[in-house]
């Protein structure tokens, strides 16, 4: 079993920028992609960004391109997700996750393990 505990969230005003942190632990894979997905209240879980492997392959939704950033430390078993210029519809439960065989997927369906997610709230 894989463990994943988000960190970072919290209330920010419009404009803002958090970032948010996640450590894996337990029986990590060898080689792993990592993901971030948000779920805002009342809607459906949203993929946000991920990040193979190599940190040189990453992707975003379009809403946070330019905007987000995510990266990894395999060293460390973390990846962080810095949000700058932050809005108020990027409010949501942020969680990590971690997809054992693939190269991050934007499908929720493809990741194995998941955190228990850290509130975003974001003033306009």
């Known amino acids: 079993q894989v463990q994943l505990v988000e960190s970072g969230g919290g209330l920010v005003q419009a404009g803002g920028s958090l970032r948010l942190s996640c450590a894996a632990s337990?029986?990590?894979?060898?080689?792993?992609?990592m993901g971030w997905f948000r779920q805002a209240q009342g809607k459906e879980r949203e993929f946000v960004a991920a990040?193979?492997?190599?940190?040189?392959?990453?992707s975003y939704t379009d809403a946070v391109k330019g905007r987000f950033t995510i990266s990894r430390d395999n060293a460390k078993n973390m990846v962080s997700l810095q949000m700058n210029s932050l809005k108020p519809e990027d409010t949501a439960v942020y969680y990590c996750?971690?997809?054992?065989?693939?190269?991050?997927?934007?499908?929720?369906?493809?990741?194995?393990?998941w955190g228990q997610g850290t509130q975003v709230t974001v003033s306009s």
């Open positions: 337990g029986r990590t894979p060898s080689r792993y992609a």
């Open positions: 990040i193979g492997w190599s940190d040189t392959s990453t």
């Open positions: 996750a971690v997809d054992r065989y693939g190269v991050g997927s934007s499908l929720w369906i493809e990741y194995d393990y």
